[in-house]
């Protein structure tokens, strides 16, 4: 695909939770889309996140919380939503304005700004409000001092009217251009809304660009195949090559398509085939067959177990990406309730409307009679359903739990809880390199402690290892590792092991007991991601000390280092009262201890005194050398404390 040719839609959706089905049907063909009346409060804006999962979202509520209780329906509001895949370095604008939304998008050679913006109702009394938004916008652009800018939105502007002759001169004077009315001409019969009271139509949505841009966009038109809005999608289509280079930004992404995510049978089945004709050919390296099962100093060796560790990722890699690809289907958004209660009409709906397409759109008669109230009917229907909305979730959540479905019951109850959406910046940082570089200088801890040196416990050269793997080991270890966990840098989860075949257990032994004889782990097995969690998901997110760092490690060095701890258990003995870290116990073990001890005393009237103590970054600060000094004083075998 061209990313250069690109699809820009507005869009004035009369609510966006009840026109989430018809916005993700836009998205599948648009790369920006921008949306104008999203009805949202602003502890709703999380919602926009959850339309398609190819884009991400930005918004603004028009509605004020903070002065008391709402009444009636939330209004206004504007947001843009922008495909990720091909914008991934875009920054979010902060307007102060609640009838303005605006991103700056920064492509490997070139930027520009995209504003999505809803103007007041055409009224004389309002013409005030409307060229104050105007000059919001202008001097959002100045401040960015970006050349190409493309304005999407609901103008409110008929040509020939009193707000389009005020837009028509102060774009002039701008020189921006009103692109889609320079396209398709003021004297067609275009129109983007169409009243539900009197069937009179307007054009009141528009683009507007800046002098720079306007080489960029080379068509313009109305999707009128759209029956959930009064409003009609106004689609922009640019080549976005048409923009002046400004700077050059490097973005590096993954490729998702090996993250395990979910998979049906047929994409399960390409996957454990594709994985059964690699491995099968992964074999012991012939310049290991001498230290097979023998201590090993040969630095040499190194550079061949990494390649080994990289044969069996690559596999994995490459089986995971076909067996994507092979069962892959576009998964369709629909209408909470849509089977049960609109399709029906949806289907007559469509047929009435080709009818009346065919026979050259009449204005009168029974084909325009039928399309009328076929469609009456659909958005009828359809708004019960979005109005019922969270009913009929309800209904779908009871019916899971009395069947006793309780993996469908949390696995919709979690799709209901909206995660919270990216902060527009960090500390007062924004762009994403700066983020973090942020993070990475926050996370790091100095230990207060001298510096410790792993503790090399000696082992002689060519000695029979005490420690040896067994496939059964390794495949009981990958059997009961649980799934859903994050992958590493690699993409590789849980998912990928226990559904890779018969071959994985035996090449892994392979690898782990290498590593073991060698005192060795390839670099990129080692490797792992660190990544920031909010802490209080109700606080402010904008604040880099509401953050934690979790390190997220490849999933062959999880394996190992299951296997590993299995063997440190055999030798140390935890303490009675240690809950943390040990199978069968759990913090609630620990308070359920503790309400116990308290319970015992208080009735034999017994004071009770409770220190808590809690060590900030405890594990940045672990003193090496006394664990070194343990697993000698266990008489560890040299190869477990080597490999450490």
């Known amino acids: 695909m061209d990313k250069s040719l690109c699809k820009f839609i507005s869009f004035n959706c009369k609510s966006v939770k009840r026109s989430a089905q018809g916005i993700y049907e836009l998205s599948r063909a648009a790369d920006i889309i921008a949306l104008q009346e999203t009805w949202l409060l602003p502890d709703e804006l999380t ?46 604008i902060q307007c102060d304005n609640p009838r303005i939304c605006a991103i700056k998008v920064s492509l490997q050679d070139k930027s520009f ?13 309002n013409l005030m409000d409307f060229t104050d938004v105007l000059g919001s916008v202008s001097a959002i652009i100045d401040a960015y001092s970006e050349n190409s800018v493309y304005i999407l ?7 020939s009217e ?10 002039s004077e701008q020189k921006w251009t009103c692109i889609d009315t320079e396209i398709l001409g003021l004297q067609s019969d275009t129109y983007t809304f169409i009243s539900e009271v009197h069937g009179s139509k307007r054009w009141l949505d528009h683009c507007l660009v800046t002098e720079a841009a306007v080489e960029s966009v080379y068509n313009a038109f109305v999707s009128y195949d759209v029956l959930w809005s009064d409003h009609f999608p106004l689609v922009i289509e640019c080549n976005l090559n048409g923009i002046v280079p400004k700077r050059n930004i490097t973005n590096n992404s993954l490729n998702t398509t090996t993250y395990w995510g979910e998979r049906n049978q047929q994409q399960i089945f390409t996957y454990q085939r594709e994985c059964h004709e690699r491995l099968k050919l992964i074999d012991f390296p012939r310049e290991l067959r001498d230290c097979c099962d023998r201590a090993c100093n040969d630095v040499v060796h190194r550079s061949v177990i990494s390649k080994l560790y990289s044969d069996i990722v690559n596999a994995l890699t490459e089986s995971s990406v076909i067996g994507h690809e092979s069962g892959r289907r576009v998964v369709k958004k629909t209408v909470i309730g849509w089977n049960k209660y609109v399709a029906s009409a949806h289907e007559e709906a469509r047929h009435k409307f080709s009818i009346w ?34 009913q009929i979730k309800m209904d779908i959540l009871a019916s899971y739990h009395s069947k006793n479905n309780f993996r469908g019951f949390w696995k919709n109850t979690n799709k209901m809880n909206n995660r919270p959406a990216l902060p527009v910046s960090v500390s007062g940082v924004c762009e994403p390199d700066n983020i973090s570089n942020l993070f990475v200088d926050h996370f790091s801890v100095q230990s207060p402690l001298s510096l410790s040196q792993p503790a090399v416990f000696s082992a002689e050269i060519n000695e029979k290892m005490g420690i ?11 059997k009961n590792m649980t799934r859903g ?17 018969s071959h994985l257990p035996r090449v892994l032994t392979m690898l782990y007991n290498i590593c073991i004889s060698h005192s060795f782990m390839p670099r990129e097995m080692m490797r792992t991601v660190v990544v920031p969690i909010v802490k209080n998901k109700t606080g402010d997110l904008s604040d880099k000390n509401n953050y934690r760092p979790i390190s997220l490690a490849t999933i062959v060095a999880k394996v190992f280092d299951s296997l590993l701890n299995t063997q440190v258990n055999k030798l140390v003995k935890p303490h009675d009262n240690q809950f943390g870290f040990r199978p069968g116990l759990s913090t609630e073990s620990a308070v359920l201890s503790l309400k116990h001890t308290v ?46």
């Not at 939105?153 to 040509?159: L, R, S």
């Not at 009193?162 to 774009?171: A, I, M, N, P």
């Not at 966990?485 to 075949?501: N, R, T, V």
């Open 162 to 171: 009193l707000f389009f002759h005020e837009l028509s001169k102060f774009g």
């Open 599 to 644: 319970k015992y005393y208080a009735r034999r009237k017994t004071p009770v005194y409770a220190c808590f103590l809690d060590l900030s970054r405890a594990f940045d600060l672990v003193s090496y050398d006394i664990l070194w000094g343990k697993l000698e004083a266990v008489k560890a075998p040299p190869e477990l404390t080597n490999i450490f």
């Open 485 to 501: 966990k994050s992958p590493g840098h690699d993409g590789l989860s849980i998912e990928h092991l226990q559904y890779a075949g």
């Open 47 to 92: 919602f926009l996140d959850t339309i398609s999962e190819d884009f991400s979202a930005t918004g603004v509520s028009a509605v004020d919380t903070s002065a008391g209780i709402v009444r009636g329906r939330p209004f206004g509001g504007v947001a843009l939503l922008w495909r990720r895949s091909i914008f991934q370095n875009v920054t979010v």
């Open 468 to 478: 040896v793997f067994k496939c059964a080991d390794v495949a009981h270890t990958i």
């Open 113 to 125: 700004l995209v504003l999505s913006v809803y103007m007041p109702t055409d009224a004389v009394a």
């Open 357 to 390: 397409l065919w026979y050259g759109k009449p204005m009168v008669g029974r084909f325009y009679l039928d399309m009328c109230e076929t469609r009456r009917i659909f958005k009828s229907r359809l708004k019960w359903c979005q109005d019922h909305e969270h």
């Open 153 to 159: 939105g609901d103008f409110n502007a008929h040509p």
